[in-house]
Structure formats: C-alpha cells, structure tokens
C-alpha cells in the first residue's frame, strides 16, 4: 500500500475512536513515549523494535497533524522545502547546517 493510502487509513482510524478531537497535548506525550521505544530499539540493536517504533511515531504525528488541523502531507512538503538545498556537513554522523558550522 502507498503512504498516502496508509496515512488515509491512519485518518480513518483516528477519526473513528475521536481522537482527532482529543487534546494535541496528550498526543504530544504519546510522541515522546514512542521516541522513547525507538530510542530503546536502537540501543538494543532490535530491528523490529525499530521498525515498529517508527511506524508508531508516523501514526503519532498524523494523528497530531489532525488535532491541530494540520495536514501532515502538508508539514513533511514544508520541512522539505526548508532543508532540499541546505547545505552543510557531516560531523560524526550528524548533519550540521552551514550556519551552525560557522559559529564554532
């Protein structure tokens, strides 16, 4: 199935339990626990683990994306738009952006 057939049914899911009505705040405090599974995944080395974890903070975010009638197609273009010609570089496996790089 394609991500935005996914996300539909990310939609539908969450519109049908009404949490697309619920508080941002607590959707909020459901992103940092998966953040933290993924983080648990990735120190353990446990690839399932991971993949769940970053499916689940996919789910989190469109279901936040909702509460604050935002549309997360909307927020990924946005967030793309802002680092496709970024540049910088890699510093021990971190990007830096060109702007933080001159500041050291």
């Known amino acids: 199935m ?3 057939g996914l996300t539909i049914n990310i939609k ?5 339990r ?9 959707q909020m405090l459901k992103l940092i626990e998966e953040v933290g599974e993924l983080a648990q995944g990735l120190a353990k080395a446990n690839l399932d683990q991971v993949v769940d974890s ?3 903070v996919y789910v989190v ?11 997360i197609k909307d927020c990924i273009e946005q967030a793309y738009e802002e680092i ?3 540049k910088g570089k890699t510093v021990n496996g971190v990007f830096i952006k060109e702007a933080d ?3 050291q």
């Open 54 to 56: 970053i499916g689940d």
């Open 61 to 71: 975010l469109t279901i936040l994306a909702m509460q604050m009638d935002l549309d």
């Open 84 to 86: 496709k010609n970024r």
């Open 12 to 16: 539908e899911w969450a519109t049908e």
């Open 101 to 103: 790089l001159q500041q």
């Open 18 to 26: 009404k949490l697309d009505e619920a508080q941002p705040e607590k």
């Open 2 to 4: 394609s991500l935005d």
